[in-house]
């Protein structure tokens, strides 16, 4: 079902033009998409994932640019049939640390390639102007990789962004994706026996007043913390404690307003125990958690680690929703029973509450 997409350009039906260049490519697809779930790749690595995308979609006839806006594992694939309107599709193509491909980002990439071999097909035989392009994100699973293509301009001259995110159930998904913003808080004390001062002391304090912050929050608001490091001998009070710290909003202005009461909290903890603190930005890399340090610890400054919330669109909705009822109705599959919903405003009134990702950072500024 992801793979089907019906288009009309002016009053022309173009349906059949994508159906069959994605069922011609059918073994293929589902080869490549073996390939990539077979090979997990952390973000920012995803090296085999990046060659066999690229070198399939050169084959098919699309330019190709490889390490796209100097991101080693990015890659724009772009087909035009002349001036006209431009679309694109995200492909994602990380995993997740020990869970290999369990987000499923090998079927996101292989949607986006299906679609974008569709739309080129229905450009080139139905002789109409335009261009189709394949961005290839790396690094969404914490590491704002399409974040880091807006600021280089991948998006600038594109009308829409559109992909496909596998789940549990065979139907259209409209969902609320809250914003994000991630730390590492460091506290600092002196080392001793019985007259120092007790790093983990501040991280507790932290803890438990962000405990308390929660009576506060709205239902679908998160903070949440873990702590990573600490000192280990039994006998001196710790003269260190690293943890690592996410808040997640509805919205950006959500976000910025807990986002202010945290530093609070952060700040008086240290102040409580006489303890030093701070702020860094982090993202997961690799197998380990990387630093991205800056002159300052204003996190509202490291805009290229934000997740902004998805910028929902009904009308997308609705016309997503009519085509896939009119070709692909689930409730004649066997996987029918668990189609959610007939009504499409239903869903829209009503919408599920995911994680974060950073195709929300695209909705605000593209469809």
């Not at 990046?50 to 990015?74: M, P």
């Not at 006209?84 to 090998?106: I, T």
């Not at 690094?139 to 880091?148: L, Q, V, Y």
Request: net charge neutral; charged share 20%; hydrophobic share 40%.
């Amino acid at each position: 079902m992801l793979s089907r997409l019906l288009i009309f350009i002016g009053e022309k039906d173009l349906s059949s033009n994508v159906f069959s260049a994605i069922d011609s490519e059918n073994k293929n697809l589902r080869g490549l998409n073996c390939e990539i779930h077979e090979h997990p790749e952390l973000g920012w690595h995803e090296k085999y994932a990046h060659r066999v995308l690229t070198d399939y979609l050169e084959k098919q006839g699309f330019n190709v640019t490889r390490g796209a806006y100097n991101l080693s594992t990015a890659f724009i694939a772009e087909y035009s049939n002349g001036k006209g309107r431009p679309v694109s599709f995200n492909a994602e193509y990380d995993a997740l640390p020990g869970m290999g491909h369990a987000c499923g980002h090998n079927l996101i990439a292989t949607a986006s390639v299906a679609a974008g071999l569709g739309i080129k097909n229905a450009l080139k035989s139905g002789g109409l102007k335009g261009k189709v392009t394949i961005v290839g994100t790396p690094a969404e699973e914490i590491g704002g990789g399409k974040a880091k293509l807006i600021q280089a301009g991948a998006y600038d001259d594109l009308d829409c962004s559109l992909m496909a995110h596998p789940g549990p159930r065979n139907y259209l998904f409209y969902a609320e994706y809250p914003a994000l913003m991630t730390a590492r808080v460091n506290w600092t004390g002196v080392p001793a026996q019985w007259n120092g001062l007790n790093a983990l002391d501040g991280f507790v304090s932290a803890y438990i007043m962000a405990g308390l912050l929660r009576q506060q929050l709205e239902f679908d608001t998160a903070i949440q913390q873990v702590l990573s490091e600490s000192s280990n001998v039994l006998n001196i009070i710790p003269v260190e404690a690293k943890s690592e710290w996410a808040i997640m909003c509805p919205t950006m202005e959500q976000r910025a307003k807990l986002e202010k009461k945290m530093h609070g909290i952060w700040n008086a903890s240290a102040t409580a125990t006489g303890t030093n603190v701070t702020l860094k930005p982090y993202i997961f890399t690799s197998t380990r958690i990387v630093d991205r340090v800056r002159a300052n610890t204003d996190l509202h400054s490291f805009s290229e680690l934000d997740y902004w919330n998805v910028k929902l669109n009904s009308v997308l909705t609705r016309a997503c929703f009519k085509n896939q009822m009119e070709f692909f109705d689930p409730e004649n599959t066997k996987d029918g029973k668990r189609f959610s919903y007939k009504n499409v405003e239903e869903e829209i009134l009503n919408p599920k509450r995911v994680s974060p990702t950073d195709q929300g950072n695209i909705s605000h500024k593209l469809p």
